[in-house]
């Protein structure tokens, strides 16, 4: 048992599939696809959050499921930042029944998020739907190539200026490159999960 999990929830944490079951049929149909993998969020929460006082920042967080297994592996307090209304609330209330008091979901858009804020980042390709619209969670948001490019700028411009230290693990990242200020960790899941940290 990991001495981070709440006792009892380590059956919640033993699958996909019985984590996403915590979740309406809507949204666990999504988790293939669109939430992160258990065994991935482990791998990146322990990177990101290797000590108590680790603050780390999903941008596009979805319904919360790598926060709270985030919260669960490895130390620290894991925020979430979402558009979508209704998967904030989801996602709350999973981390609610759960007693995940690291957890934080919070509906906005990551562009008006202090990411100086944190010490590690995590980004699963959540600006990928603006230009891949079959792979859209849904019609609630405005979805646009313009909004991509905007995104993927503020992205890498505020990655730039994070403190030298911060930790950064991307997914299915669909984002050509990463700012050479981080040098690459590890590479994990056939190269899908990279861990970064900036040096300079």
């Not at 999504?30 to 991935?40: D, M």
Request: aromatic letters at 12%; charged letters at 20%; hydrophobic letters at 40%.
């Amino acid at each position: 048992m990991s001495q981070f999990e709440v006792e009892g929830a380590e059956d919640v944490f033993s699958s996909d599939a019985a984590f996403d079951a915590l979740y309406p049929i809507y949204i666990s149909s999504l988790s293939a696809i669109h939430w992160t993998p258990l065994e991935v969020a482990a791998k990146a929460a322990v990177f990101l959050a290797p000590d108590e006082d680790a603050r780390v920042l999903d941008i596009g967080s979805g319904v919360g499921k790598f926060c709270i297994a985030g919260a669960h592996f490895a130390p620290g307090h894991f925020t979430g930042i979402e558009q979508r209304a209704n998967f904030v609330k989801a996602g709350n209330k999973v981390a609610r029944q759960l007693g995940m008091e690291r957890v934080s979901l919070q509906h906005g858009n990551f562009m008006e998020t202090d990411l100086g804020a944190y010490t590690g980042i995590y980004f699963y390709n959540s600006f990928h739907e603006n230009i891949v619209h079959d792979d859209a969670l849904d019609e609630k948001i405005e979805l646009s190539s313009e909004l991509y490019e905007r995104y993927t700028d503020h992205l890498l411009h505020e990655l730039k200026h994070m403190p030298v230290g911060t930790r950064l693990a991307t997914y299915w990242l669909s984002i050509t490159e990463i700012p050479a200020c981080y040098r690459e960790q590890g590479s994990y899941f056939g190269n899908l999960l990279k861990l970064w940290i900036k040096e300079y």
